[in-house]
């Protein structure tokens, strides 16, 4: 099955702890990109990939790192988390060509406390 | 930056009625507009597109039109559900620094509720 897949589906962690957040796509898209969802503020992208070893910052990109160095996999890295990092994470990918949307993962609800 | 402005943010629907969710770009790099269906706990998941020279597009009760002087396009859910209750959001495609290729970029979100 066509898929994205994220681990953990749920992290509970302390300030500070350096944590990783999978994602893997079987789909061989190029493209990939990570997005946190907070309430009122809706889908706001982190970081982006549109290759390996090609990322780039997306909106809100403070606190986080990522590194793509195989085409199926973008983690997500908080090295020293903070309470505001506390949210609702999704991974998505897209095939190459225009007129492809993006496939979601389903989701990595995170607390930092 | 490509912007995308969603409204309203909230609806509540009687079963059986129309819901209507708008969206406004600045700029896209063509015309492909898609529209994801949020459930709660769930990702987002591609719930109909329309693509460039169609002014509406149409699946089942869902029906997209689009409007490319005003720059808006719109989502129509007839004969809404309460199954249809989720959270919806359109998207605009966005050069990606000229290279030819393309990232979307997200409204807000508009909570649906469909009430029986």
């Known amino acids: 099955e066509a898929q994205v897949t994220q681990n953990p589906r749920y992290l509970i962690t302390v300030t500070g702890k350096k944590l990783t957040v999978t994602c893997s796509q079987n789909?061989?898209?190029?493209?990939m990109s990570w997005y946190r969802q907070d309430p009122g503020l809706g889908l706001r992208q982190i970081y982006y990939?549109?290759?390996?070893?090609?990322?780039d910052k997306g909106d809100v990109p403070e606190g986080y790192k990522v590194s793509r160095k195989e085409k199926r996999n973008f983690p997500l890295i908080l090295e020293s988390p903070s309470p505001n990092q506390t949210s609702l994470y999704f991974c998505?990918?897209?095939?190459?060509?225009?007129?492809?949307?993006?496939?979601f993962g389903s989701g990595t609800r995170l607390t930092v406390v | 930056q490509q912007q995308v402005k969603q409204s309203p943010q909230s609806l509540i629907v009687q079963k059986g009625g129309i819901s209507i969710i708008n969206c406004a770009y600045e700029?896209?790099?063509?015309?492909?507009f898609p529209w994801y269906q949020q459930f709660p706990g769930k990702g987002p998941a591609l719930l109909i597109a329309?693509?460039?020279?169609?002014s509406e597009k149409k699946e089942g009760r869902f029906t997209i039109s689009f409007n490319k002087s005003a720059k808006q396009f719109s989502l129509h859910i007839m004969d809404s559900q309460p199954g249809d209750s989720a959270t919806y959001f359109c998207?605009?495609?966005?050069?990606?620094?000229?290279?030819?290729?393309?990232?979307?970029?997200f409204g807000k979100g508009t909570k649906l509720s469909v009430i029986p």
């Open positions: 329309i693509r460039p020279d169609v």
């Open positions: 998207a605009a495609p966005t050069l990606y620094k000229g290279a030819g290729s393309y990232q979307l970029t």
């Open positions: 700029n896209t790099a063509f015309d492909y």
């Open positions: 789909m061989n898209h190029e493209y």
């Open positions: 990939s549109m290759n390996v070893e090609v990322t």
């Open positions: 998505a990918s897209r095939q190459t060509g225009t007129f492809h949307g993006y496939t």
